[in-house]
């Protein structure tokens, strides 16, 4: 049997389609996941945060934020590497939301750079997949560990439905691709279906459930019942 390393089609005379490449499976190729949060969240691959309003998607996304941003440990006592930050907020001000929770979680600020609901100019919100290269090109720029991007219907081309399988696969496609280029944890925040009958936790989130599968890592946002201070958990 003939190995070649490499397989690239033949392009036939007048054929103006696309060309790709197969690489040959290598048994010494192989790259263990580097951690953002040990067992937790990758570098390299997109997370998935999904939960309810109110029930701490925001707070905890802030929290692990600010814990890159100082190289805190982690609340289970894992190591946290520091680096910088990029939040993309659709939902919440920079300046009486989110800054304050910056500095309550005890973030080192200047690591942190925002896009907010508050700027000026709303029409200069990022959108994915078309603005995919610039966000690339900050991250390689800035060392950047972690993006946040809260919630990521809000962060949709306009002719995306965030209900459409080949729609949101276009989108988790290309930030799947930025997340393992620059070795960066993308992290989005998703949240629940409204519909009641829905019971099983993977089939909860909104939109469309190709967002769960194309996340290497899911996550699902809680509040911790009877205690005398709000209290959010993430299982």
């Known amino acids: 049997m003939v190995r070649r390393q490499r397989l690239v089609p033949e392009a036939k005379e007048g054929w103006a389609g696309p060309r790709f490449e197969l690489e040959q499976a290598d048994a010494k190729g192989i790259e263990l996941l580097k951690w953002l949060w040990a067992d937790r969240l990758g570098r390299g691959i997109v997370n998935n945060l999904q939960g309810d309003p109110g029930d701490g998607k925001s707070v905890i996304s802030i929290d692990i934020a600010a814990r890159v941003s100082t190289g805190a440990d982690f609340p289970d006592g894992a190591k946290c590497t520091a680096g910088n ?72 081309d306009d ?36 519909d009641p009958k829905i019971v099983k936790a993977k089939y909860r989130g909104s939109g469309s459930i190709a967002i769960t599968g194309a996340a290497r890592s899911n996550w699902h946002a809680g509040r911790i019942r009877r205690t005398p201070h709000p209290k959010f958990s993430l299982r």
């Open 159 to 194: 002719d995306l439905d965030p209900n459409s399988n080949p729609s949101i696969r276009k989108v988790l496609s290309s930030l799947a691709w930025l997340a393992h280029s620059t070795d960066t944890c993308v992290l989005i925040i998703r949240h629940l279906s409204k």
């Open 85 to 156: 930050v990029i939040i993309l907020s659709g939902e919440d001000s920079l300046k009486n939301t989110i800054n304050a929770r910056l500095k309550a979680a005890g973030a080192e600020h200047s690591a942190v750079n925002v896009w907010a609901v508050d700027r000026k100019h709303r029409e200069s919100a990022p959108c994915f997949p078309r603005d995919i290269e610039q966000l690339r090109r900050l991250i390689e720029a800035d060392q950047v560990a972690l993006v946040i991007i809260d919630p990521l219907e809000n962060f949709l």
